[in-house]
């Protein structure tokens, strides 16, 4: 079982928190994982691309010129696909792209992304951003820094952390999740997770074992 030192707001070492090898030390499943990422963006897709027949568009209704003596091909209707503004044969129509991903593989490619990245060194966990109780994105930017220096950080929060999510939701090179919200492939494409202390708690359903701390 690995550990990671817990950072508070000075930038110093309050302690260490235990990483379950359940959880961060699994074997990545590169597969798996672009399956499930694959399965979630195209659940993030509208869907409502739309074009239209030529029983669609509007216009057309006259035959454009007479059926025979023309010398030209005979035509039903300046609304037909050959036309321009005419209609779309075979075009999107409005459809769901979402795929069914079992529970078990999201977890499982979630672990292996994790796993993944606690093996690299880049997961982290501070006691908190700020200080007090009024929120200061200068605050939290200098504690996060003290942690990593990274410009693509995925920071992990509890669900009832207000200030540090106020402090900073504003921070363009950070992206902000809940615990509960977890997912594999804002991990991925994240260079370093960092995790609050209590988001760490309540991410793994029970408080990590700690040292330093009372128990």
Do not use: C
């Amino acid at each position: 079982m690995s550990s990671v030192d817990v950072i508070n707001v000075e930038g110093n070492k309050a302690g260490s928190v235990d990483l379950p090898d359940s959880v961060f030390d699994v074997q990545a499943n590169i597969p798996l994982m672009h399956q499930v990422v694959v399965a979630q963006l195209a659940a993030a897709r509208q869907g409502t691309a739309k074009a239209k027949t030529r029983g669609e568009v509007a216009g057309g209704g006259k035959k454009p010129y007479k059926q025979k003596g023309t010398g030209r091909a005979r035509q039903g209707s300046i609304r037909a696909p050959q036309f321009t503004g005419g209609g779309v044969v075979h075009g999107p129509v409005p459809r769901d792209y979402s795929q069914r991903t079992p529970k078990k593989m999201k977890a499982a490619a979630l672990r292996g992304a994790l796993s993944d990245r606690a093996r690299d060194g880049r997961v982290h966990v501070v006691e908190a951003f700020v200080s007090g109780d009024k929120p200061s994105t200068k605050a939290a930017i200098a504690t996060l820094r003290k942690a990593t220096e990274s410009t693509k950080v995925l920071v992990v929060l509890s669900s009832t952390d207000e200030l540090n999510w106020l402090s900073l939701r504003n921070e363009a090179t950070v992206h902000l999740l809940e615990a509960g919200q977890l997912n594999t492939y804002d991990v991925l494409v994240a260079d370093e997770v960092v995790f609050t202390k209590d988001a760490l708690d309540e991410f793994l359903g029970a408080p990590a074992t700690a040292e330093g701390e009372n128990k």
